[in-house]
């Protein structure tokens, strides 16, 4: 919600927020966004002043590479004003320009609504306000802190194989009967297997005598 005018016609912010994102300076949250765009998977190319040391960033701090896309990111420390729509079309013009797919918008504080409705318009112009990004961010705010030890991963538990449904089970069982009764399963039979198993595999056993069941002489059952 807009809530009133500086008299250069800036509006002031509606949220006021006390919290570790809030006491960071802009320089600071460059580099924090850089973080945690690398940790997303991206390239990320540092162009803003708060690493190159130059005066301007020509309207680019970030420009991300990977997942198939090339975006230009645009860091804005505001607690107090509201980031008008200027911003928000002069880093659209650049998309063209560095031949980007798409650019990000980002603000620690809040965006006008002319420019939230300017960026609906063109499209290719993602807006994330303060309080998407601290939705976004998480508990990861603090390991992107200069200084901060990055965290370690956490183990994943091995997942379970997938378990058959019941209906395959049962075509399974009736299959093997099917087979046993008719002494195609490589069983004398009655289910006893003519190989024995060692070491995982199955081992050929002695041929049959003369008029054992069909199938004896080499067992097909494979075992788990």
């Not at 990004?133 to 901060?148: C, E, H, M, S, V």
């Not at 009764?181 to 041929?207: H, L, M, Q, V």
Request: aromatic fraction near 6%.
């Amino acid at each position: 919600m807009d809530t009133g005018t500086t008299g250069y016609g800036r509006k002031y912010t509606s949220t006021k927020h006390d919290d570790e994102l809030s006491r960071v300076d802009w320089r600071e949250f460059e580099r924090m966004m850089a973080r945690w765009y690398a940790s997303r998977g991206y390239d990320v190319d540092h162009r803003g002043t708060a690493s190159s040391g130059r005066r301007t960033d020509g309207g680019i701090d970030l420009v991300l590479t990977g997942h198939g896309e090339k975006v230009l990111v645009q860091c804005k420390h505001a607690k107090v004003l509201q980031v008008p729509y200027t911003e928000a079309m002069q880093l659209f013009g650049l998309v063209h320009a560095e031949k980007a797919d798409r650019a990000i918008l980002i603000t620690t504080g809040e965006f006008t609504r002319e420019a939230l409705r300017k960026a609906r318009k063109v499209g290719q112009l993602e807006m994330i306000d303060g309080k998407e990004l601290r939705r976004r961010l998480g508990p990861d705010i603090a390991w992107l802190r200069d200084g901060a030890a990055e965290p370690v991963p956490t183990p994943q538990a091995p997942q379970s194989p997938p378990t058959a449904d019941a209906r395959s089970i049962e075509r399974d069982a009736a299959s093997r009967d099917r087979r046993r009764a008719d002494g195609t399963d490589g069983t004398d039979g009655t289910g006893r297997c003519c190989r024995t198993e060692a070491g995982g595999r199955t081992d050929r056993a002695p041929a049959a005598s003369a008029g054992s069941p069909r199938g004896f002489r080499q067992c097909r059952r494979s075992f788990a």
